[in-house]
């Protein structure tokens, strides 16, 4: 199917005797891979929680991007709908990029949502980016909406080149939360955010948003490491 859909990619089935979560993960970083594709059981709502032994430990431990496959419940859903979840880091820039250089179907559309609380935005964006604040503007508060208002709009720019339609959206609340919501509210067939603080303990450390949206999302997940 892969070879059918691919013709011009080289497609090599291979088997191997270990755990498929190890077995994934070690034969990923031999061959040094750019991203992982994983299906997952989790239909219910306990189920996408635990996300299945296979797609968690795979997820947390990769090096590489790790996309979760889920059916989308409406069917085969053509042309797309692309949630992208921003915060104005490193991790969710790469989360664009990866959008933008891919191929998508006509008439596929995109939504670059930020999603904000108190104080967490504006610490996050003077620590990773200490001069992007006077980017907001005259006549503006440096506060969280209108910092997070100019990293969707930054964001949705750099879609415009890859022939994707992309809407901005600003939300104060739970990201873990309002990103999930969202891309159901829509219909999204799949979700992309960064993979900040989701590889081993540094999960613990942070309450990784990429790993609560990719273990409760109703569609796919891809969180994208660099």
């Known amino acids: 199917l892969i070879q059918a859909n691919f013709p011009l990619w080289k497609v090599d089935a291979v088997s ?3 755990s498929p979560a190890w077995a994934v993960i070690r034969k990923a970083e031999e061959w040094a891979a750019n991203l992982i594709v994983v299906g997952t059981h989790g239909h219910s709502a306990l189920g996408r929680l635990l996300l299945g032994s296979v797609s968690q430990r795979v997820l947390y431990e990769a090096r590489c991007s ?3 496959a889920r059916a989308y419940s409406g069917g085969n859903k053509s042309p797309e709908r692309i949630l992208i979840g921003v915060d104005g880091s490193p991790y969710a820039e790469a989360a664009v990029s990866v959008v933008a250089k891919r191929n998508w179907t006509t008439g596929s559309e995109s939504r670059v949502i930020s999603v904000y609380s108190p104080f967490t935005l504006l610490a996050l964006h003077h620590l990773v980016h200490p001069v992007s604040v006077a980017s907001v503007g005259a006549g503006h508060h440096t506060d969280e909406s209108a910092l997070a208002q100019v990293i969707v709009d930054t964001a949705a720019g750099k879609l415009l080149p ?5 809407s901005p959206i600003v939300k104060e609340g739970d990201p873990k939360q ?3 919501d969202e891309a159901k509210e829509w219909g999204a067939s799949c979700i992309f955010v960064g993979a900040k603080g989701l590889r081993g303990d540094e999960r613990f ?9 990719a273990a409760r999302a109703h569609c796919t997940v891809e969180v994208v490491r660099t």
């Open 16 to 18: 191997e005797g270990d």
């Open 66 to 68: 790790v996309r979760i």
């Open 162 to 166: 890859a022939g994707l339609s992309a």
């Open 178 to 180: 309002v990103l999930v």
């Open 205 to 213: 450390l942070t309450g990784s948003v990429s790993a609560s949206v």
